[in-house]
């Protein structure tokens, strides 16, 4: 009998996301035998650190590349938002289940309901310049307070730092079952999700036909393409995390539709466009999208 082992993160998300997958492989492919193998990266050492100064994402998967390349694991699960737009030598992208959803929520104070409801120049919690700037756009007055650390550490800040919400990605919240606490869903065209916000990666050695057959059991097409396009646009903006980045696509009849959003580090530029085009070729729509996105960018007179 074939026996599989799963690396990831120790964090409740990752662990949650990691049976998640483990589930749905085994739904349809019963003779398999899996194992969890938590593995903890730099990223996860220095929590305290704000993103800004830790920079670079890699940070939160290189440990657990390393154990596939060294045939410790055979399977990585991460969520596919936080990879990097390339992967080291020797490693592929299997296919992609079906996403979950993909918009960003506030988990907002007792006693408010929506983003409208706010009081004059309440306190949001968020560490991400796509959401701050966002955010900023449609309620100028509002204060934005910069905090990172996993969902729950997230939560807790909403009381110890007297916030009145925090913006999360509805994904997380739905997979550790805390749907219940999401006080409002904001519209992608309010706030243009993290390219593939919500789907998940399943990293494997690039020659191992078996993993590979054994994962793409489980892709859906539709996410496929879908994330496909959006990191195409990650890739042709080739945008750190220290700027306001963000895409979404959606399928319209047989097209596929496209949103890219990029700006600088200081929020004064932020460009947004959208751009429609096949379905066949969704990495080549996100790096023309992202092109015509520079332009504008590089021409930008607020
Ligand atoms: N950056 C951390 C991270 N990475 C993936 C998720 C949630 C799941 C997802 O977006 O796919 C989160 C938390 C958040 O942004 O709220």
């Known amino acids: 009998m074939m026996k599989v082992v799963v690396g990831t993160r120790g964090s409740k998300l990752a662990l949650t996301q990691t049976n998640w997958v483990i589930d749905q492989l085994k ?15 730099k990223g996860d050492l220095i929590q305290h650190l704000s993103l800004d100064k830790i920079g670079d994402k890699g940070l939160f998967v290189k440990e657990i590349e390393q154990q596939l390349l060294d045939k410790e694991i055979d399977i990585a699960v991460h969520s596919m ?17 079906e996403r979950e959803d993909p918009r960003d929520v506030l988990i907002l104070k007792e006693g408010y309901k929506n983003i409208d409801d706010l009081p004059r120049g309440a306190k949001i919690g968020t ?11 449609y309620r100028p007055d509002l204060e934005i307070v910069p905090i990172r650390g996993n969902i729950d550490t997230r939560i807790q800040k909403i009381k110890d730092e007297n916030l009145d919400g925090i913006v999360l990605a509805a994904a997380g919240m739905i997979r550790a079952g805390m749907t219940e ?4 869903y904001f519209p992608v065209d309010l706030m243009v999700p993290a390219p593939a916000q919500g789907a998940l990666a399943i990293e494997i050695r690039e020659n191992d036909l078996e993993i590979e057959s054994l994962v793409n059991s489980i892709k859906d097409e539709v996410t ?47 460009v947004i466009k959208t751009l429609e085009g096949s379905i066949e070729s969704p990495i ?5 999208l992202a092109q015509l996105v520079l332009k504008e960018y590089e021409n930008y007179e607020g």
């Open 284 to 288: 080549d729509l996100g790096v023309e």
């Open 181 to 184: 606490q999401i006080s409002y």
């Open 27 to 41: 739904e349809r492919n019963p003779q398999v035998e899996f194992e969890v193998k938590i593995i903890k990266t």
């Open 81 to 97: 938002k936080d990879m990097p737009s390339t992967l080291p030598a020797g490693l592929r992208f299997a296919g992609t289940p």
């Open 127 to 137: 560490g991400s310049k796509r959401r701050k700037y966002q955010l900023l756009k």
């Open 224 to 270: 496929q393409v879908r994330v496909a396009a959006e990191r195409g646009f990650l890739i042709g903006v080739n945008g750190s995390c220290h700027v306001p980045m963000g895409a979404y696509c959606e399928i319209v009849g047989d097209q596929l539709k496209l949103t890219g959003l990029y700006g600088n580090e200081e929020g004064s530029k932020l």
